[in-house]
């Protein structure tokens, strides 16, 4: 079964970084295009970026553009989020999420993983 | 990217039938059959509900429905039982390469 697993959150302070991990199995990884979606506390969800199955194309929402990156190793099954210069606003539980082959959405989420941004 | 936008809250009670609307633009909603929509409960992972407007994964109930008229998308669920009560969102591809969500309904099961 599809499964994907998110780690590396935590208490950060502003203006550090954290690199997020989401291993995937249960389906061929690198067959698929990879999201990143973030929640604040109480609050809606928020689209950040996607990767192609191969990596070679990425886009990103405004909000994280030029601070984020996505990245991803097929030969390990894991997507990656490098967050730089973090701030409060993006304390969040942080999603990965796959999106199957061909379509526009997002089929499987993982559990999430809570990065808090804190002085 | 602004959020689309959606209903705060909506409520119905078990039997009846609700539809939530999710309104967006010509870049998102009206310009794409991307718009899917997907049901979240306290402290768990969202969960897709609806695909492409209209079309259900295996295994979700056919009391759920999609439709789409111009930017505006809507979810309705009908026999409203005691387990649909969550936040729902609704999420389009835009026109950007991008996805955008809505900012969410509660439903509340009275």
């Known amino acids: 079964q599809v499964q994907l697993v998110e780690s590396g959150g935590g208490v950060v302070q502003p203006g550090r970084s954290l690199r997020l991990s989401c291993t995937a199995s249960g389906f061929t990884f690198s067959s698929s295009a990879m999201h990143w979606v973030r929640q604040a506390p109480g609050k809606g969800l928020e689209w950040m970026t996607i990767?192609?199955?191969?990596?070679?194309?990425?886009y990103y929402a405004d909000s994280v553009k030029g601070r984020f990156t996505i990245s991803r190793d097929n030969s390990k099954n894991t997507l990656y989020l490098q967050m730089n210069s973090l701030r409060p606003e993006d304390t969040a539980v942080y999603y990965c999420a796959r999106n199957p082959v061909g379509w526009h959405y997002f089929d499987y989420w993982g559990q999430g993983t809570l990065v808090t941004v804190s002085s | 990217q602004s959020a689309l936008t959606q209903p705060a809250s909506v409520s119905g009670s078990p039997g009846q039938s609700i539809t939530i609307s999710c309104t967006g633009t010509?870049?998102?909603?009206?310009?794409?059959?991307?718009v899917s929509w997907y049901q979240q409960h306290p402290g768990k992972a969202p969960k897709l509900m609806i695909y492409d407007v209209s079309n259900r994964p295996s295994g979700v109930s056919n009391r759920f429905s999609g439709s789409k008229s111009g930017n505006t998308a809507s979810l309705t669920i009908s026999g409203l039982q005691a387990e649909d009560e969550a936040e729902y969102y609704c999420s389009s591809y835009t026109s950007s390469s991008t996805w955008v969500f809505g900012g969410g309904t509660k439903l509340t099961v009275l």
């Open positions: 010509s870049s998102d909603v009206g310009g794409y059959n991307y």
């Open positions: 990767i192609s199955y191969d990596g070679s194309n990425k």
